[in-house]
C-alpha cells in the first residue's frame, strides 16, 4: 500500500484558474508538509501542518493554502494560478515527538504546468 | 531563517571511487539532519540521517558525519557503483518546522 499518495500526478490549467492538489497518509503520523520543487530541482518548504500548529513559509503567497480535514490528509488550494506556480509539488509525513524528529516520507509528486 | 549551503553541485567520480558531499547550516537550534537521493522524475527517498546528539553514523557504503561547532554536516559513499548516481540533497531541521534543503548535487558515477 502507497504510504504517501498525491492526486492528480499531473495537472495542466491555464493561468488564473483555481486548483487543488489532495494528499493522504496512511501512516499514522502527526505532521503534514508540503513542498515545491522548481525547474532548477530545488525543494523548499512551503507549509508544515500538524493538528496543533500551521507554519507557513514567509515566503510563500497567500493565494496558496492548506486545508487539512483531518489528520490523515492536507490538500493543497491554490488562487489566481500564475506562470511561476509550474513546479512540482510534494507532500510528505512525519511522526514529529516533541523536539524528536523522524524520517519524513515523500508522496510521488504533482506536476503542475500553468499555461 | 534556517539557511543550508550545498556543495559541489556536480560530483563526477569514476566507479569504485568515493564521493563526498557537505553542507552547512545557519541555525545552531537545527537538530535533524536527513539526506535524500532523487533520481529523475522521483520523489526524494531518504538514505540517512543524523541527530544533533550523535557525531557520525554509516549505514554500509553510506556514512554522515555532523561537526555542531562549525555547523556542517557531510555524506560519504564508498565503492560507488552506477545505481548511485541520482541528485543528493542534505537538509537541516528544527522542531516542527519542515525541512530546509540544500541546492543538490548531481552525482555521476562514471563507468
Known amino acids: 500500500d502507497t504510504a504517501v499518495s498525491q492526486t492528480p500526478k499531473y495537472l495542466v ?6 486548483k487543488s492538489i ?4 496512511n501512516l499514522g503520523h502527526d505532521t503534514m508538509y508540503w513542498y515545491k520543487q522548481d525547474s532548477k530541482k530545488f525543494l523548499k518548504i512551503m507549509f508544515s501542518y500538524n493538528n496543533k500548529e500551521l507554519i507557513i513559509n514567509e515566503t510563500v503567497p497567500n493565494r496558496f493554502s492548506p486545508k487539512s ?3 490523515a490528509h492536507l490538500n493543497l488550494h491554490i488562487n489566481s494560478l500564475e506562470l511561476g506556480d509550474s513546479a512540482v509539488y510534494f507532500c510528505a509525513s512525519s511522526e514529529t515527538q516533541g523536539r524528536y524528529n523522524n524520517e519524513q516520507f515523500f508522496g510521488p509528486g504533482t506536476r503542475l504546468t500553468v499555461l | ?13 569514476q566507479e569504485g571511487d568515493s564521493a563526498v558531499i557537505k553542507c552547512t547550516y545557519s541555525d545552531s537550534a537545527s537538530n535533524y539532519f536527513p539526506w535524500y537521493k532523487q533520481e529523475l522524475g522521483k520523489r526524494p527517498q531518504l538514505i540517512i540521517d543524523i541527530r544533533s546528539n550523535v557525531g557520525e553514523k554509516k549505514d554500509q557504503r553510506i556514512a554522515v ?3 555542531k561547532t562549525a555547523k556542517h554536516f557531510s555524506l560519504h559513499i564508498t565503492e560507488t557503483q552506477p545505481e548511485d548516481s541520482a541528485v543528493y540533497f542534505c537538509a537541516a531541521k528544527r522542531g516542527a518546522d519542515g525541512l530546509t534543503f540544500g541546492k543538490g548535487t548531481h552525482l555521476i558515477i562514471q563507468p
Open chain 2, 1 to 13: 531563517g534556517e539557511n543550508v549551503e550545498q556543495h559541489p553541485s556536480t560530483l563526477s567520480v
Open chain 1, 22 to 25: 489532495k494528499c493522504e497518509q
Open chain 2, 65 to 67: 558525519t555532523l561537526n
Open chain 1, 69 to 71: 480535514p483531518d489528520k
Open chain 1, 13 to 18: 490549467t491555464q493561468m488564473g484558474n483555481d
